[in-house]
């Protein structure tokens, strides 16, 4: 494609490539590429059955936390310290929720698929190159392959700045949607940290009262419920801190998970993107700090020099 042919407007419509047609001339639409999608296109989404378990398993835990953290911890002493029970309660369920979404956009969002057989001798004839730019193809799904794009088995596509494949997200977790990703983590991180102190505190009064008033279900159920949480809650504190620790760290030294396991630093052409470590947090969780905590809004756009190759 030739910078003449290039059309901003079709900046993100990553699944709408344009070929040539080479007897005409003109430049066409190949049909939209279903593959990885669900909602008659509109949505991102794999279909792996051993990732949706996961990412089921994943919902059904913090369902399970937000059931013993309400009905079991702050609902029956609401009466005796009502500022204690709904102070939790708002912080808990603020973070659940936004556990939750972040989930959902991590699951749901293109994590930065490249166009499929988009690598045909009239496709890669039509594009510009820099004197002495080498391209990559990739075998598998017949792609042209942009700097630090790597192959995923489990989307059976190449997937821009690919960190790793996650089962308990069910997705990639690529150049588009590792914000969702690091506030997940986050957010899990946070309610697993609230919901142990919460179990802990239970348990102790609990047994110093002799089990008097404490709960809406008998000593052994309550017992098993606070267990079975405190269980989870440690598991999953230490799990996500790690991956956040490590998210954070990959993101200030601009490097994904795959790049550092292979020592692989990113390659001299994508440099002029990594101008700082501020650039490159932006690149990330978007323009304005305000927002980096929110699930809800879209990471900064896509570069033009990307946008050129990718919409290819
Ligand atoms: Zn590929
Ligand atoms: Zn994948």
């Given amino acids: 494609m030739t910078r003449e042919f290039y059309d901003s407007s079709e900046e993100d419509d990553m699944d709408s490539p344009y070929q040539v047609d080479a007897e005409a001339a003109v430049l066409t639409r190949p049909p939209r590429d279903m593959h990885n999608k669900c909602c008659g296109g509109k949505a991102w989404c794999i279909k792996d059955i051993c990732g949706i378990i996961c990412a089921m398993l994943t919902w059904f835990l913090i369902l399970y936390a937000e059931f013993v953290v309400t009905m079991v911890m702050l609902v029956p002493h609401a009466a005796r310290h009502p500022l204690y029970s709904w102070a939790n309660m708002a912080l808990f369920q603020t973070l659940a929720f936004l556990a939750f979404a972040s989930h959902l956009r991590t699951m749901f969002t293109d994590p930065g698929a490249v166009p499929k057989g988009n690598a045909t001798k009239e496709v890669i004839k039509q594009m ?7 391209i990559f193809k990739c075998t598998k799904c017949c792609s042209i392959k942009p700097e630090r794009a790597h192959h995923c088995s489990v989307c059976q596509r190449c997937i821009r700045k690919m960190d790793h494949h996650c089962p308990w997200v069910n997705n990639c977790v690529g150049e588009n949607n590792q914000k969702y990703f690091v506030l997940f983590t986050f957010y899990i991180a946070a309610i697993s940290i609230h919901s142990l102190t919460l179990s802990v505190c239970q348990l102790v009064t609990c047994i110093r009262e002799e089990w008097r008033e404490c709960g809406a279900y008998s000593p052994p159920a ?15 504190a230490i799990f996500t801190a790690v991956m956040l620790a490590t998210q954070l760290h990959a993101i ?3 490097e994904t998970g795959i790049e550092q396991l292979k020592k692989e630093k990113a390659k001299e052409q994508a440099r002029w993107v990594r101008k700082s470590r501020w650039k490159s947090i932006q690149n990330v969780f978007g323009r304005f700090s305000i927002f980096w905590l929110s699930p809800f809004t879209q990471p900064s756009p896509k570069t033009k020099l990307d946008s050129f190759l990718y919409s290819v």
């Fill in 128 to 134: 510009t190159f820099r004197e002495g730019q080498v």
């Fill in 222 to 236: 309550t017992v098993v419920l606070l267990l079975f949480l405190i269980a989870e809650a440690l598991l999953f």
């Fill in 252 to 254: 200030w030294h601009d």
